[in-house]
């Protein structure tokens, strides 16, 4: 019997989201959310700086400057991504949605995606996506856990979500195959304190406070890849034992009827 060469993984590249159970919202209170959230990003990283709005319908439109963020910019802006059918009236309880793009292009074009003020009963019915580039130097300045770490602490602090994560898409593919997941684990993990306590975590994973919300979980001081086994077994490992404390469903569990 021939043994078949396990196929090779795609290279890692990285993106971030913050995600949020039904919670009403005005316009301008997801805006202020959004000041927040873009001026702690600009922090982060410089290509992380620089916004546009992107219009509707996509791709057609002026450029519209989001950064320095503006509250009744970012306020008229939600305002205007109202949820609704085309042509009818807008769906309140389905809240808003804001999307940006960087001023980067080629491979170092980022966006980003917050939707804010629904109160749908949806198991997550907000988040805030922040798509990075795959690759150049950018991509390398940013896929550091120094920068990843202010990156999920800033949308833990801005948005106050249930769970956020900055992660590999190659590992999200591997941990959450079938979909299943409750919430992913990733490089970096941010949980909020109404979730649970974190218990001990093995070395090398780093825990730490983000001032009374909740906890951040750092995997790896380097970075992590879904091609270190190494790596890919301390995540699965991690996430048994957050399962083991209520945080969170081991990977592959049926979701609760």
């Known amino acids: 019997m021939t043994t078949q060469p396990t196929p090779a993984l795609p290279p890692d590249s990285y993106s971030a989201g913050a995600y949020w159970g ?9 805006a202020r959310r959004a000041v927040t959230f873009l001026d702690s990003l ?19 439109g002026r450029k519209t400057p989001l950064t320095p963020p503006s509250l009744p910019a970012l306020t008229e802006a939600f305002r205007r991504g109202v949820n609704r059918e085309p042509g009818g009236p807008p769906i309140e309880d389905l809240g808003f949605r ?11 074009f980022a966006s980003v995606n917050m939707k804010c003020g629904s109160y749908a009963e949806f198991r997550i019915a907000n988040s805030c996506v922040l798509s990075l580039p795959a690759k150049g130097a ?7 856990a120094s920068v990843l770490i202010e990156v999920v602490r800033s949308m833990a602090l801005a ?3 249930d769970w956020a994560v900055a992660m590999s898409r190659t590992h999200r593919e591997l941990d959450d195959a079938d979909g299943k997941s409750d919430m992913w684990l990733g490089w970096v993990t941010y949980l909020a304190r109404q979730r649970g306590t974190v218990p001990p ?7 730490e406070p983000v001032k009374d919300k909740g906890t951040l979980i750092i995997l790896t001081p380097e970075r ?10 301390l995540a699965r490992r991690v996430r048994e034992l957050l399962a083991q404390a209520g ?3 081991t990977a592959g569990a049926n979701p609760p009827e």
């Open 22 to 30: 039904p919670r009403k919202e005005s316009p301008e209170e997801c």
């Open 42 to 60: 600009a922090a982060c990283a410089p290509l992380l700086a620089h916004w546009n709005k992107i219009p509707k319908p996509r791709g057609k």
């Open 98 to 108: 804001v999307g940006a793009y960087n001023d980067g292009t080629g491979q170092d």
């Open 138 to 144: 950018n991509a390398e300045r940013i896929f550091t």
């Open 159 to 161: 948005w106050e979500p």
């Open 201 to 207: 975590l093995p070395a090398p994973v780093r825990i």
């Open 224 to 233: 992590f890849t879904a091609s270190n086994p190494e790596h890919v077994a």
């Open 247 to 249: 945080l969170m469903r």
